[in-house]
């Protein structure tokens, strides 16, 4: 699934207040005119913008893909995809700013690849910072990491190691992209493993885990 | 009692710590960038380091319902390193992050020339992204340490009111409430002060402009410092509005003057409630 931008502004327009609206304006009009001002744009955000969930109540909207999202990541992807640059450009402008970013915006980054991806511009250019991502600890990274870019990219194994790494995190399975069209029976052994040790501990399996996995497999000696 | 420990450094911390401090009333801190222990040599090393600031530990604070902000520098005894020197370089990029509250820790290790190049420096950074300043004052020599600093904060023409000069005790005092700078004590368990001595302090000097810290770090130290402080205040007959005052009002008004102090939805985090699909909190996490 892709995340347009347009959809985006739509919802930000309904959330953010005027003065953050015509800030966010003006930030986009600045950074299609001159992208380096999108450096010293893009850790402000939070601060003009704020950081609350972009659908409101989370549990309201459990079934939309943006119900991970803030505000802040919507502002932060539109500045992404305002950038005038392509190919080689555009990919060490955005390595940059998730080298140089804080938590939130390397999550933003992560988030806004994307709709940059849409386009076929960046290619895999973007892939080492979906990488370095699933490394990190931060749960609000990884499942970022594992967004439709990383979803899209990220090589089968790097793919069945992610989505292990999130159920091991506590991330709901609802929250990362692509497991439908991803998820292979390598995956369904690996979280049938994971479950088989679990419940070895005497410790529970998380709801979700349990819509992947059949439970009589489990009993199968291996 | 609710307490902001408006600085300490939480990376040597561990998560017991963390839990400890929320118990104890601990709701939000500031965690200066230091030294921390082996010196380090160049500068990407800093940046992992200041990396680690804005991200993996506020995600590890968050956790246990404390609100984590920092304050990023070059300091005074890794000044001394040319090696390092181009630390302030990089430095303008994390001024502009969200959870950075101020510049610092600043000042004088052992009174060199590159300490004070460097400390000037970043008194004109903190003037330009106008944020206040932590400054620390040396272990030896501290009087005439004190002394020196503040006469650099003045040259600065940064307003006294935007810097606290730390580390403080009963010989350094009077040089700083002259000043108009904000007061800060370290409560140690055997160096610095303890909360007996800061009580009577309290006393003799009130309440404004003092803040009151654990700064507890890798050495012989103790996070829960603030809240003991607390508890001789109330014990020498200061009220609870006193406690607050130092604790909580004066560490908020002091940071919030970087206009990016964040303070909202901590309380709502429950001990053992999962949180934001946490991994720290998780106690026995096997092999992940
Ligand atoms: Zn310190």
């Known amino acids: 699934m892709t995340t347009n931008p347009a959809i985006l502004h739509l919802l930000l327009t309904s959330r953010l207040s005027v003065t953050a609206m015509n800030w966010l304006t003006t930030a986009l009009d600045r950074i299609a005119a001159d992208h380096t001002t999108i450096r010293a744009l893009f850790p402000t955000v ?144 690996m979280l049938t493993d994971y479950a088989r040790e679990r419940r070895a501990a005497g410790r529970d399996v998380p709801a979700d885990v349990w819509r992947v996995v059949d439970p009589n497999e489990l009993s199968r000696e291996t | 009692m609710r307490i902001f420990d408006p600085h300490i450094h939480m990376t040597s911390r561990t998560t017991d710590d963390y839990a400890a401090m929320h118990a104890a009333g ?11 222990g082996q010196p380090r040599t160049s500068p990407e090393t800093f940046v992992d380091y200041f990396d680690g600031l804005v991200g993996w530990e506020p995600f590890r604070a968050d956790q246990f319902g404390i609100r984590h902000h920092c304050t990023i520098g070059l300091n005074p005894k890794e000044a001394n390193d040319p090696r390092c020197r181009e630390v302030l370089d990089i430095l303008p990029r994390y001024l502009a992050k969200d959870g950075v509250v101020a510049v610092g820790e600043l000042g004088y290790d052992a009174m060199t020339d590159a300490e004070e190049e460097v400390f000037t420096a970043q008194l004109d950074l903190a003037r330009e992204h ?44 009077d040089l700083v409430a002259d000043s108009g700078c904000w007061m800060g004590f370290s409560l140690y368990p055997d160096t610095k002060m303890d909360e007996d001595r800061m009580v009577t302090l309290l006393r003799e000097y009130g309440t404004e402009r003092m803040l009151i810290n654990s700064a507890a770090d890798w050495g012989k130290s103790d996070p829960l410092k603030t809240a003991r402080a607390g508890a001789a205040m109330l014990a020498a007959g200061f009220d609870h509005n006193d406690v607050d005052t130092v604790l909580w009002r004066n560490p908020v008004a002091f940071y919030e003057r970087s206009g990016k102090l964040v303070l909202d939805a901590t309380d709502t985090v429950e001990q053992g409630a999962t949180f934001a699909g946490n991994s720290v909190l998780r106690g026995a996490r096997p092999g992940s």
């Open chain 1, 46 to 189: 939070g601060r003009h913008c704020g950081r609350e969930g972009l659908l409101g109540a989370p549990d309201a909207h459990e079934t939309s893909e943006l119900h991970r999202w803030s505000v802040d990541d919507a502002a932060r992807t539109l500045m992404l995809a305002a950038l005038p640059l392509s190919r080689a450009e555009l990919g060490t402008e955005v390595a940059a700013l998730y080298r140089y970013g804080d938590a939130a915006e390397k999550r933003g980054v992560l988030r806004g690849l994307g709709s940059l991806d849409s386009t076929e511009e960046l290619d895999e250019r973007a892939l080492p910072l979906v990488h370095d991502g699933l490394r990190t600890n931060d749960t609000r990274i990884i499942t970022a990491a594992m967004a439709a870019y990383g979803a899209r990219r990220l090589d089968q194994a790097a793919y069945r190691q992610g989505v292990l790494k999130c159920v091991f995190l506590g991330i709901p399975l609802s929250d990362i992209d692509g497991l439908d069209a991803r998820g292979d029976a390598e995956l369904v052994r």
């Open chain 2, 130 to 173: 106008e944020l206040p300043v932590l400054v620390h004052t040396p272990h030896r020599d501290k009087v005439a340490g004190t002394r020196r600093s503040l006469d650099v904060v003045a040259a600065s023409g940064i307003p006294p009111h935007h810097v606290v000069i730390d580390h403080l005790n009963e010989v350094t005092v």
């Open chain 2, 26 to 36: 601990v709701r939000a801190l500031v965690e200066p960038s230091f030294w921390v």
